[in-house]
């Protein structure tokens, strides 16, 4: 199946053999889209007996199960909110590595033991490079990831155990990006790039496969997502309309986009009617997971909001705060990153009919201190 697959420039056309290992357009540096997949999402019937791992859902995957690769992600629980009974949240911190991330990671590393690559590298305030060492360390390729110098010690600690090489980088996560990029163009190294790589939100899709199975064949009427770099809400929004296609749902359900109001370049543009990022400075959060002044699928994640009516919107530090703190005492502890979608649903950002599904995506147990 990879061979008739492509990577392709959404801005220019260019295309690239998928195992070019290219992750950005060679002609004018855009991102880079797959091309040449069609999902077939299975019939909630055909799911029935089928493994918990995310290939329960392989007719929708562009790459075939790696048996000795998966560490069984996916298939987190839902579980009511507390106090808000239309609303449900998806505990995605109970992945393998602690995040939601391990679902586009497994997909990368999937790809890059097919390919045959001896190196990969990431880059990631966090999550998505323990992910990424982790499931390189399960595939015994060897792994540098590049994180910026105030990464959590529990981060970097986990990063370590997997026997992951770390660069710590001194300066903003755009420095820690532009430290990897420069890597990246080194020849033979597979950059497993959870902002730039299609696979990984191929992988982050199945998120919304795993509500429309567990709501009985349905979505809610609004899914809240955090956004920073947009793997989640690319990966929703690409589901929603794989399930349309395939005549599994009859409407998307809105998408309510999150962002921290110390770096919200996706809001501001939202609200100023932009259809590419605004140009910030990061003022700091405590979301340190969603801290992206410059996301480089902004312009796909302004677009993917919009056509489902949704909105992007913003919560300040304070707020995120309590929510981690209330969450924390109904007996769910998460990063602070992962409180943001319930600090807006508590600060009255989301619309409050229908029914609502929002994820906890990081576990508390590495993050900093707790912040309350
Ligand atoms: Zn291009």
Request: glycine share 12%.
């Amino acid at each position: 199946m990879l061979e008739s697959l492509s990577l392709r420039c959404g801005a220019c056309g260019h295309t690239e053999p998928l195992d070019s290992l290219a992750w950005r357009c060679a002609k004018c540096h855009g991102v880079l889209d797959l091309d040449g997949f069609a999902a077939a999402p299975p019939s909630l019937a055909g799911l029935a007996g089928r493994g918990t791992s995310l290939w329960r859902y392989r007719e929708a995957l562009p790459i075939a199960e790696p048996a000795d690769i998966t560490m069984g992600e996916g298939m987190t629980p839902l579980v009511g909110a507390p106090g808000r009974p239309g609303v449900t949240l998806k505990v995605d911190h109970l992945m393998p590595t602690g995040s939601f991330k391990d679902r586009g990671a497994v997909m990368l590393v999937a790809l890059a033991a097919r390919l045959g690559v001896a190196r990969l590298m990431a880059d990631s305030s966090g999550n998505a490079g323990t992910a990424v060492a982790a499931y390189a360390a399960r595939a015994g390729i060897a792994c540098d990831v590049y994180v910026p110098a105030d990464t959590s010690a529990g981060k970097v600690g986990q990063l370590r155990a997997y026997g992951a090489t770390v660069h710590q980088i001194p300066g903003s996560r755009e420095d820690t990006a532009r430290a990897a990029a420069l890597a990246a163009g080194e020849p033979g190294v597979f950059y497993a790039s959870h902002v730039y790589h299609p696979f990984f939100v191929h992988g982050t899709k199945t998120y919304v496969y795993e509500v429309w199975e567990q709501l009985g064949g349905r979505l809610p009427d609004t899914l809240v997502l955090p956004v920073g770099n947009g793997t989640l809400v690319l990966g929703a929004h690409l589901a929603c309309a794989e399930l349309l296609e395939a005549g599994y749902i009859e409407r998307f359900p809105r998408i309510v986009a999150v962002q921290a109001a110390g770096c919200a370049p996706l809001a501001a543009a939202f609200a100023g009617g932009s259809p590419v990022p605004a140009n910030i400075a990061t003022q700091g959060t405590v979301a340190e997971g969603i801290a992206i002044a410059r996301p480089a699928r902004g312009a796909q994640i302004l677009a993917a909001v919009r056509a489902t009516g949704g909105a992007v919107v913003t919560v300040t530090d304070e707020q995120v705060r309590a929510a981690h703190a209330a969450l924390a005492r109904s007996g769910l502890y998460v990063e602070p990153t992962s409180a943001v979608c319930w600090a807006a649903i508590e600060a009255g950002e989301v619309e409050p009919q229908g029914t609502v599904v929002a994820p906890l995506c990081g576990s508390g147990l590495k993050s900093k201190p707790p912040v309350m």
